[in-house]
Each structure stands twice: as structure tokens, then as C-alpha cells.
């Protein structure tokens, strides 16, 4: 199970080294990211991985987009997870009583996104003068109504309700005067003192945050108002043209002050965790293209830094989460500096990083006592490690670079043996022959460049046909497994290039994925399973991209996948009994079927409804082949198909909604049919009553939607305080 996020992490880390070279920013960051919830999450204990199915659901769920393979991993991880033992009995609750705060809530919703909607849009019939009045007289009904229901009915939780309502309107007030430049163009969204609208509308909210916190001594307003003062803080710096430097540098000094009183605000203690840990370095590894051209950027580095430790060291807990990315966070700031640095040239900024990840790795082997920061600290630095080799390789570098880069990386190999064996987690031991790969590689590619002048795909084969003879002939389980890493290694790099570079000689590869794969299934190793699974996936990747996307039969864009998908179903034929083949040959064969969708020559809307049902398809693999676990499997199939419909249901094509309405009958029959799937039920439900609603859209259109929504706001609202004044009468 672990292991199983362990290697979704990595793959996410791959995928975010080759998405950097499409620009990417976004994925990149949501990669990297997620990549270390899953390390941090598989050196969690066994008893407490229950808590973060859900959390590992959702991240999965959006990692179905950038990266399938990763998010199938951790599908299967979160079915293994065994509810811990001890659950934490829940207090009952009437079932009317949260029907009533379901509604209240769902209200208050509704209110809040008419008063937005009212205070951003023209509507012709109000001028924007009275809509700023209109917004100011509404805060006050609710004001009003707050005290009335306080003093007056003693409902609390309503009257708190409505003070967050008066509280929301005052903000849309100061929002619709800088949105309709009430007080001149200058002091509007659109004019040069926009960043004085945005202060304005943030010191507004830090006073009714505050407000509200001293009010109802609820710790979230503390929260709200903090977060407000930052950017209030932050807007008032960019109004006088000061550069992110020094703004992100003035932002951690107010997280030091406040972490050295924490004490005076111990209820800002999740809030400076997230911002010291995570927010401030995020900021300054994203904007470093523009702190680096300030003079002083390697101060607020520094400031950033020594307030993560400052708070980690601060934190008594042995296990706590800053313990764990601190270090981390550290060493990707100091490599993002140097990458950066606009005076270092290319081959001398990767050796300099190359030199830094070697000197934290013997700090990390040597110094760290924690068994779980050292492993998740190895796995970092070897990543980093391999970004660094495959970018001198894939970039305009000299190949003594190259050369230069690996010889440092092969130096943390000695590690091992200087120290006791032990230091060295299981991991590493898999992990050195990949760094002797490369040392091997970079100088075959030195004398090559000097002497002899081959293409680099010839380089490649002739490598792992030569770890393929070494895997053949060894006969330690330790050392096959260490030559078989380091051969299907080579594939996935001569696949790579084979992608973006030299597309010759593809029958060599098919055969060095199958000989993988027939070697795993003949050989009696003791995790033959993993090895063979494995094999068959590299296979499976590398029928697709000889098959499909170098087309090495030239049968062109819609016969080339055509066959792959006919090759895949053959194989699932082949291995039907054996689950774990089959199932990773059902998901895979995803790609090629993707790849037909997108050269077919039809409508848009057909196109739409292809892959929509590819998505279904996807998930009825997962149902049948991965989520074991019954509770994650409604949740997760719940999520999926939501996710699915919600993608196509406000099409405005006829033919998708019609579809839509089809899938929504079929997924509430399979919800009513079958009790493990009753959620479907509802969903199938409510996308049938959602897309009747929509494909009738044109008869909606004469009346405001705010005012659909505030009037069925408030009506939930009047209701719920008229169930609360009866359940008090019964009292």
C-alpha cells in the first residue's frame, strides 16, 4: 500500500520534470505537490492512513487528468486501507435537525451568490448608483434581523447566520463601488488605483472578521481576519509599485512576529503552519523569474528558510508534518535559486545543484535520526537527481557536462559503503545501479561525441541489450532486481527519445519489452508478481508509442490505433485469468482508443459523447478490476461519473443532452438495481432533473438569475427559523 503511493509519487515527479518543457505551470506545481501528499502519506503509521482516504481520493481524482497511472495507483491504495480500529464514536443526530442545517445552509449559499452576481453584472433595468444603496439597505435587513433573532427568538445559531449575511453584503457593497467606479474611474477595478479598491475591500474584511470573532468567539473569523490583513498588506505595497521581493519579505516578518507570539493567538497555529511551510516557499519557487532580479532576493530566501525552521523546531510533536517538508522545501528553494541565477550559464548551474543535492544527500544518510524525514529525503534528492541528468541530456548541454553531472551522482553511491549498511534504505540499493546507468551512459556518450560520432538510439539499444544479458545471467535476487531496474529504465529512456527524436529501429524495442516480460514470467523470483507486472506494462507502453505514435507500420492516424486497440484486446484476451494483467491492459488500452477519438473526422458533439463514454468505460474498468473496497468504491465511482456529467450536461447541443438524459436513466437503474450503488441513484436523479432544467434554459431567461437565487434563498432561511422557533416551543 505504501509502496504503491511511493511510486505514485515518483511518477508525478517524472511527469513534472517533461511537462516543464511544455509550460505547464500549473500542472507542474499540481505534480510536484502531490507528489509530496503521497510521501508524506506513505510514512504516515498503518493506524492513521485511514483518515486521509478522502483527502487521497480527491487528489487522485484531479491527478486523472495530468497523470492516470499515479492516480490508478493510488485508487488501489485507498482500497487497501483498512478503517482504523478505534473510531471515534459519533454523536447522534436527529435526523430532522440535520435536514434543517442542510437547508440552512444551502440558503445562506444561494443569498451569498445572488449578492455577488448583483453586485458584478449591468442589469439595465437598476442603475449602478441604486445598486450600491440597494446592497447597503439588504446588509442592513440583516443586521437587523441578526439582533432581532438574537434578543427577540434567542436563536443563536440563525442569528449568527444573518450576521454573516449583513457581513457578506457590506463586502459586495465596497465591491460593486470599485466594479461600477462609484466614486470615479481612478478608484475603480479598471483605473490606476485598482490596488486601493482591493485594499479597501480587504481591510474591510479583517474588521468584520474581527467583528465576528469577538462577536461569537469562533476561531475561523481570527483566521478570516489575518488572511485579510495579509493581503491588505500586500495590496497597499503593490499600489507604491514595490517589487515582490521585498512585499514577500515583508510578509514572512509578520509570519516571524507572529510565531513568536503564538501564544497570544494559539488559534492561528494551523493557519501559520500552512503559510510558513507551504504558502511563502510556494511563492517564492513560483516567482523566482522575479525575486531573483531584486539584489536582495538571497535574503528573503534566507527569512523564508529560517522561519521553517523556526516553526518546525518550535513544534513539539516528533511527527509532525514541517519536521518532514521542511528540509525538503529547503533544498528545492536553494536548487530553484540556482537554476535561476541569471549569471550562472547552463553546465555551471547544473553542477553547482548537482553538488548541492550530493552534500544534502550525505547530510540526509549520515546526520538524520528520523527514519521516516531520511527515506522521504532520499527519494527527493534522487529525483532531483534524475531531473538534473535527464535535462543536461535532453537540453543544449556539452556532453563533458553530462559526463561531469553523473560522475557527482555516482559519488553518493560510496556512501553505502563508508557507512553501515543499514543507513541506507531499500529504496537507495535500487536506486544505485540507475546512478551507475548513468555514470556508464554520459561516458559512452563522451568518447562517442569525441571518437566515433552514433546516433544516440544506437547507444541506447546496444545498453540495455547489454543489462539485459547481465539480467539473464544473474543469479542473487538482490541483483536481478537490480538489472532489472535498470533495464526497463533504458526502455522508458530510449521511449522517450524515440518520442521526440529518432524514431528508427522500433522493432528493437518491442523485442526488448518482450523479452522483459517473457524473462519475468519464465524466472522464479520471489515478487514475481511485481516484475511481471511491471514488464507488461512497459510492453503495453511500448506497442502504444511504436504502434500509435511513431507508427512504425505507417498505416497512418486511425488504422495505427485501430490496430494497437486490436493488439490490446488480443492480449487481454491471452491473460483473462490472470487479474492483474488484464486489468492494466483494459486501463491502457485507454490511450490508443483517446488517440482514435481525437483523429476521427466527426461533429464536435459526437466527439464529446465518444470520449465522455471512454471516461465511463474508465471507471466501469476500476469497478471491476481495482477499488475492492466497497465504501471507497461508491465514493469514488460516486465522484467519477458527478465528474463525468458535469463535464457535459451544460453543452448546449441537443444530441449531448439527450445523451446526458440517457446516461442519467441508466446510472439511476444501476443505483436502484443494486444497494452498494445507491448514491448513482440520486445522481441519476438529479442529472435528469438538472438537464430538463437546463435544455429548458431559453423560458429562465426573462428574469435575473440573482433573483431566482435570492428569493429561494431566503425562503429556505424564513423556513429554517420557523422549524427552529417550533422545535424551541416544543421545548
Known amino acids: 500500500m505504501k509502496k504503491l503511493l511511493t511510486i505514485a509519487a515518483i511518477l508525478n515527479f517524472l511527469l513534472a520534470f517533461l511537462s516543464q518543457f511544455s509550460g505547464s505551470e500549473f500542472s507542474v506545481v499540481f505534480l510536484v505537490g502531490s507528489g509530496l501528499f503521497y510521501l508524506l502519506v506513505a510514512n504516515e ?105 438574537e434578543k427577540k427568538l434567542k436563536l443563536n445559531r440563525t442569528s449568527e447566520i444573518y450576521f454573516n449575511l449583513g457581513s457578506a453584503f457590506v463586502v459586495f457593497t465596497f465591491i460593486a463601488i470599485g466594479f461600477f467606479s462609484t466614486f470615479g474611474t481612478y478608484f475603480s477595478f479598471w483605473g490606476r488605483g485598482y490596488n486601493l479598491v482591493y485594499a479597501m475591500v480587504f481591510l474591510v474584511n479583517a474588521f468584520l472578521g474581527m467583528l465576528s470573532f469577538l462577536r461569537y468567539k469562533n476561531n475561523g473569523y481570527q483566521i478570516w481576519a489575518v488572511i485579510a490583513i495579509y493581503l491588505l498588506t500586500n495590496a497597499l505595497m503593490m499600489h507604491f509599485s514595490i517589487e515582490l521581493a521585498y512585499r514577500l519579505m515583508t510578509l514572512t516578518i509578520i509570519t516571524i512576529i507572529l510565531n513568536y507570539y503564538d501564544r497570544v493567538v494559539p488559534h492561528l497555529k494551523f493557519f501559520l503552519a500552512a503559510t510558513s511551510t507551504v504558502v511563502l516557499p510556494s511563492i517564492y519557487i513560483l516567482s523566482i523569474n522575479q525575486i531573483i532580479e531584486s539584489k536582495y532576493y538571497y535574503l528573503v530566501g534566507t527569512l523564508i528558510i529560517a522561519n521553517m525552521f523556526y516553526f518546525s523546531l518550535r513544534e513539539k510533536k516528533k511527527e509532525h508534518f514541517s519536521n518532514l517538508i521542511v528540509p525538503i522545501l529547503t533544498v528545492l528553494m536553494v536548487l530553484t535559486s540556482v537554476f535561476n541565477h541569471p549569471t550562472l550559464n547552463e ?66 553511491n560510496l556512501v553505502g559503503l563508508i557507512f553501515n549498511e543499514k543507513k541506507i534504505f531499500e529504496i537507495e540499493t535500487y536506486i544505485q545501479p540507475l546512478k551507475v546507468l548513468f555514470f556508464v551512459y554520459a561516458m559512452y556518450l563522451f568518447f562517442d561525441t569525441q571518437f566515433f560520432n552514433t546516433d544516440m538510439i544506437y547507444t541506447i539499444h546496444l545498453m540495455y541489450f547489454s543489462m539485459f544479458i547481465l539480467l539473464v545471467t544473474a543469479e542473487s535476487e538482490f541483483r536481478i ?63 502504444f508509442v511504436q504502434f500509435v505514435i511513431n507508427d512504425m507500420f505507417l498505416l497512418g492516424d486511425l488504422f495505427a490505433p485501430a490496430v494497437a486497440i486490436l493488439f490490446y484486446i488480443m492480449l487481454a484476451t491471452t491473460f483473462r485469468e490472470t487479474k492483474n494483467l488484464a486489468s492494466l491492459t483494459m486501463i491502457t488500452v485507454l ?8 483523429n476521427l473526422n466527426v461533429s464536435n458533439d459526437v466527439e464529446v459523447i465518444l470520449r465522455s463514454t471512454a471516461y465511463l468505460y474508465f471507471v466501469i474498468v476500476l469497478n471491476i478490476f481495482i477499488l475492492k473496497n466497497k465504501s471507497s468504491r461508491e465514493v469514488i465511482t460516486a465522484i467519477l461519473v458527478l465528474l463525468i456529467i458535469f463535464s457535459v450536461i451544460f453543452n448546449p447541443s441537443l444530441m449531448i443532452g439527450l445523451y446526458v438524459g440517457m446516461i442519467g436513466l441508466i446510472i439511476m437503474l444501476i443505483g436502484f438495481q443494486y444497494k452498494e450503488y445507491l448514491s448513482l441513484f440520486y445522481i441519476g436523479l438529479l442529472t435528469l432533473i438538472i438537464n430538463i432544467i437546463y435544455q429548458l434554459r431559453e423560458l429562465w431567461t426573462k428574469v435575473p438569475f440573482w433573483l431566482y437565487l435570492l428569493v429561494i434563498g431566503l425562503s429556505l432561511i424564513v423556513f429554517v427559523t420557523y422549524k427552529e422557533m417550533q422545535r424551541i416551543n416544543k421545548k
Do not use: C
Open 347 to 412: 553546465g555551471v548551474y547544473s553542477l553547482v545543484a548537482t553538488g548541492i543535492l550530493v552534500a544534502a544527500f550525505s547530510l540526509s544518510t549520515t546526520l538524520i535520526k528520523k527514519e521516516a524525514l531520511k527515506e522521504a529525503m532520499i527519494i527527493f534528492i534522487n529525483i532531483g537527481f534524475v531531473f538534473i541528468f535527464f535535462e543536461t541530456i535532453l537540453g543544449d548541454y556539452l556532453e563533458i557536462v553530462t559526463y561531469a553531472v553523473a560522475s557527482l551522482i555516482l559519488t553518493t
Open 45 to 149: 503509521d498503518e493506524k492513521e492512513l485511514s483518515k486521509f482516504k478522502m483527502p487521497l481520493i480527491i487528489t487522485a481524482l484531479i491527478s486523472l487528468i495530468p497523470n492516470i497511472f499515479s492516480a490508478v495507483l493510488v485508487f488501489v491504495a485507498v482500497s487497501k486501507i483498512e478503517e482504523s480500529k478505534k473510531k471515534k464514536v459519533k454523536p447522534k443526530v436527529d435526523p430532522e435537525t440535520r435536514r434543517i442545517d442542510l437547508l440552512l445552509k444551502l440558503g445562506v449559499g444561494m443569498v451569498f451568490l445572488s449578492g455577488m452576481i448583483f453586485a458584478t453584472t449591468s442589469w439595465e433595468v437598476i442603475g449602478d448608483l441604486f445598486k450600491v444603496f440597494a446592497l447597503i439597505f439588504i446588509s442592513i435587513v440583516f443586521y437587523g434581523l441578526s439582533v432581532f433573532v
Open 591 to 598: 490511450l490508443p482508443i483517446y488517440h482514435l477519438i481525437s
Open 481 to 543: 532486481k537490480q538489472y532489472f531496474i535498470a533495464f526497463i529504465s533504458l526502455i522508458v529512456i530510449g521511449l522517450l527519445d524515440s518520442m521526440v527524436g529518432d524514431k528508427t529501429l522500433p522493432y528493437l524495442f518491442l523485442i526488448a519489452a518482450f523479452a522483459g516480460f517473457v524473462y519475468s514470467l519464465l524466472r522464479n523470483l520471489k515478487n514475481k508478481e511485481a516484475f511481471t507486472t511491471i514488464s507488461y506494462f512497459i510492453l503495453l507502453l511500448t506497442v
